[in-house]
């Protein structure tokens, strides 16, 4: 049984073992392909309630707390943060209109051409992926695959945006809103804004990234252009960060056509992507973008953390304490969007880098990491144990943000730009999602899932 609607963003909690959920996987086939076009274009992946007592958060000692890191055992106990002020802030200082039914900030432009009505939502499950433009009989044959009930045709390329590379799809508005998390999906607006040439960009990077609503964004492809940002909202594929339309993604060299995002029927994702591979020309090839995982634990929590049975077990404690000196040694150190160490990172950067100082392989975004082992309850922290946040107001259920348990009270993270990887009390407020107890071969299992 698939227990996630049509129409529902990924991340949805479920019942204990037996029920199932799609969460989002990540587009590392569009990056992994890094054909280069033209000069700067590549082919392409509840909580406590605020106002009352801070809750008694006591880290259990890890198998071996002598050999943990000086750093983190010198900590003293600190009251956990449980009020609702934000982990991160997020709407940069920009003059928007937010429309009335979501909360997806656009701006506005009178005279945009219409696009097709909201219909719905369907999810993105797969996305087909070549170096140049795909045949026409291509998609006319994938539409044809058993379960497949939607075959999108789009751009799918990496970009420089505003001095970083940015995973974009140049799409028909009216064709591809339908793949969009709900919220954004129904923004006539910001689809009307694609369709007259703008860029739409994700809550996240136009609030980490600080762009201005409204205003231009310098696109480097084959041409350089300033593109308008008509607005922020979350994409529904995790690892993209942008949409032009066609025209646009062309004109900066993007091959027509060059990729196909497909929704299936059911669980049988993997069946489907086995059928497409068959019917694509060398150079090309199929990602899931979505993983069907049985879940362990009952939070009851819409977007929770955690996935898989509470008796998997955590990392060693060698590891866990080499992690930790890892991260803590990169204090002080600049946010960068993006970046993956050593010397800047942004949240999900600073895991993946420290659990792999520790000889552990962690997929690249928060979304992700959040799969990669058993939900915690909040009374049995240790260190080492992920904490993860929704910080995207356009996907309230969506896993944006994650931060390393150090124990007593204390995390580290690496926060927003213009501030620096910090040790901080722990945040357990409105935006909480849940932690993970990292399982290394299941991190191991989501990484290359993802790759």
């Known amino acids: 049984m698939r227990a996630i609607r049509r129409g529902q963003w990924p991340g949805v909690s479920w019942r204990q073992a037996g029920w199932r ?50 750093a983190v055992a010198t900590l003293p106990p600190v009251q956990p943060v449980t009020s609702n002020a934000p982990v991160v802030s997020y709407l940069p200082d920009t003059t928007e209109s937010v429309e009335s039914t979501m909360a997806v900030p656009v701006a506005s432009e009178p005279g945009a051409p219409a696009v097709a009505p909201y219909s719905g939502t369907r999810t993105a499950d797969l996305i087909v992926v070549s170096p140049s433009t795909l ?11 058993g379960d497949v009930t939607a075959a999108e ?33 129904k923004s006539d607006a910001l689809w009307s804004g694609v369709a007259d040439g703008g860029i739409a960009v994700s809550y996240t990077m136009g609030k980490l990234d600080k762009l201005p609503l409204g205003g231009k964004l310098a696109v480097a492809g084959k041409v350089n252009e300033k593109l308008k940002v008509v607005a922020f909202g979350t994409l529904g594929i995790s690892g993209v960060d942008a949409v032009v339309s066609h025209d646009v993604a062309r004109g900066l060299g993007a091959p027509a056509n060059n990729a196909v995002v497909i929704s299936v029927r059911g669980t049988g994702i993997a069946a489907v992507a086995s059928a497409v591979s068959k019917l694509l020309p060398k150079g090309a090839g199929v990602q899931q973008l979505v993983s069907v995982v049985t879940t362990g634990g009952a939070t009851g929590t819409s977007g929770a953390a955690g996935s ?41 950067g600073l895991v993946q880098w420290s659990f792999r100082q520790a000889g552990i392989t962690m997929p690249r975004v928060a979304a992700d990491q959040a799969l990669t082992g058993p939900a915690v309850p909040m009374s049995q922290l240790q260190p080492g144990d992920l904490l993860f946040y929704h910080t995207d107001a356009t ?42 107890r990292v399982n290394p071969a299941q991190a191991a299992a989501v990484a290359a899932h993802v790759a």
Not at 46 to 61: E, K, L
Not at 401 to 413: E, K, P, T
Request: proline share 10%; charged share 5%.
């Open 395 to 436: 996907a309230p259920n969506y896993i944006s943000h994650v931060a390393i348990y150090l124990g007593n009270g204390w995390m580290i993270q690496a926060p927003q730009p213009g501030e620096n990887v910090e040790v901080v009390p722990a945040a357990f407020g409105g935006e909480f999602a849940g932690a993970v």
């Open 153 to 185: 045709p789009v751009e799918a390329v990496r970009i420089k945006a505003g001095g970083s590379y940015t995973a974009v799809l140049g799409v028909d508005p009216s064709g591809f809103r339908s793949f969009a998390a709900t919220a954004t999906a």
């Open 308 to 348: 898989g049975s509470s008796t998997l077990s955590g990392a060693p404690a060698s590891a866990i304490n080499a992690m930790l000196a890892a991260a803590m040694g990169r204090q002080g150190l600049p946010y960068v969007w993006g970046g993956n160490g050593p010397n800047v990172f942004d949240c999900s």
């Open 21 to 70: 959920k799609l969460l989002p996987a990540g587009v590392a086939a569009t990056a992994a392909l890094g054909v280069a076009v033209g000069g700067g274009v590549a082919v392409l992946g509840h909580p406590p309630a605020s106002g009352g007592p801070a809750p008694v958060v006591r880290a259990a000692a890890p198998a071996s707390a002598s050999s943990a890191p000086a």
């Open 135 to 145: 045949p026409a009989s291509v998609l006319s044959s994938i539409r044809h695959v």
